[in-house]
């Protein structure tokens, strides 16, 4: 079936560091979604990528869309104690009804 | 607007017993979902609602079934409460394919 992994699980930085997390499908994706999980909180939507080669950014946060659909990346430069938490990647399940197959996850851990 | 809630925050259950899991959206979205978390395993969907009067199953739908009582509201039910069903639940919605928005969780604790 359909597969979202997400590399690292883990990743601890230094604050003022920067962070990478990646996502790869087994199947091309008409898009791609992030999301971010606060410790203790619930998942917030952060932004959907639709385009082959799309870059969008948000802030700190650089999103990558990959020009075959079946990659993407979250870029945080320079990161802040504020960006703990758990990232998310997620794409289009069967069907075009809205659900979705997230990734495991990437935790992010910011000493200050 | 409150976006997703969902009731209760927290609950203890033995085993057997049954619940039902509330969630309600004030969005108008057409879609909602049932996830579970656990540790080192993401999110997983359980039901979903494309529309008013219909549900589908997810990824893992055994031991759980689920009401859209109208467009507003998707309930979550636990028949037999099992420790393996331990584990923090979402509701989300959404409009069709776009950012899906949750609410803040249950967690439950099946002894």
């Known amino acids: 079936g359909q597969q979202v992994m997400q590399i690292p699980q883990y990743q601890h930085v230094q604050e003022g560091e920067d962070f990478t997390t990646y996502c790869n499908s087994s199947t091309t994706l008409s898009n791609i979604q992030w999301y971010k999980q606060r410790p203790g909180g619930h998942p917030v939507f952060l932004i959907q990528l639709v385009k082959s080669g799309e870059v969008k950014k948000q802030k700190r946060l650089t999103f990558q869309f990959g020009e075959a659909k079946k990659n993407s990346s979250l870029h945080i430069t320079a990161t802040q104690t504020t960006d703990v938490g758990t990232y998310f990647c997620a794409g289009p399940g069967s069907g075009n009804t809205g659900k979705l197959i997230f990734g495991q996850g990437t935790t992010l851990q910011v000493k200050p | 607007n409150a976006g997703v809630t969902q009731t209760p925050k927290f609950q203890v259950l033995k085993t057997g017993q049954s619940m039902t899991l509330q969630c309600a959206q004030d969005?108008?979205?057409?879609?909602m979902y049932w996830y579970r978390q656990d540790p080192g395993m993401g999110l997983r969907l359980i039901y979903y609602s494309a529309s008013e009067g219909t549900t589908d199953k997810g990824e893992v739908p055994n031991g759980y079934n689920v009401s859209r009582l109208n467009k507003r509201e998707f309930s979550l039910r636990l028949e037999s409460a099992a420790p393996s069903q331990t584990s923090v639940y979402f509701c989300a919605s959404s409009e069709a394919a776009g950012g899906q928005f949750f609410g803040p969780g249950t967690r439950l604790t099946v002894l």
């Open positions: 969005m108008n979205h057409n879609s």
